[in-house]
């Protein structure tokens, strides 16, 4: 990324757009405007696993990134209720 480019912030998906995708209910969220190019190239290109890499890895990359999120957010619930690991 060049100096003075800001990040792009990814624009969410609309409720309209999943639908139309035929998005399942299961998988619309954060991360469901990449997976709506995903699907499209998947069935572009008869889901052979080399030809969306770019897309799939993106996909992920938004998966790991909000179950990140998801932990970090447990984390501080828990410290917040005082309490210790129960496991």
């Given at each position: ?7 792009e912030i990814?624009r969410k998906?609309t409720r309209e ?6 998005v399942?209910?299961a ?6 405007h990449l997976l709506?190019?995903?699907n499209?190239?998947?069935?572009e290109?008869?889901?052979?696993p ?11 990359k938004?998966q ?5 999120k998801r932990l ?11 309490g210790a690991?129960?496991n």
């Amino acid at each position: 990324m060049a100096s003075g480019d800001q990040a792009e912030i990814p624009r969410k998906a609309t409720r309209e757009e999943m639908s139309e995708a035929r998005v399942p209910l299961a998988y619309r969220d954060s991360c469901a405007h990449l997976l709506i190019p995903l699907n499209r190239c998947r069935y572009e290109t008869y889901y052979l696993p080399w030809k969306c890499e770019d897309e799939r890895h993106s996909y992920e990359k938004c998966q790991y990134v909000e179950f990140k999120k998801r932990l970090a957010k447990m984390e501080e619930l828990r410290e917040a209720k005082g309490g210790a690991r129960s496991n």
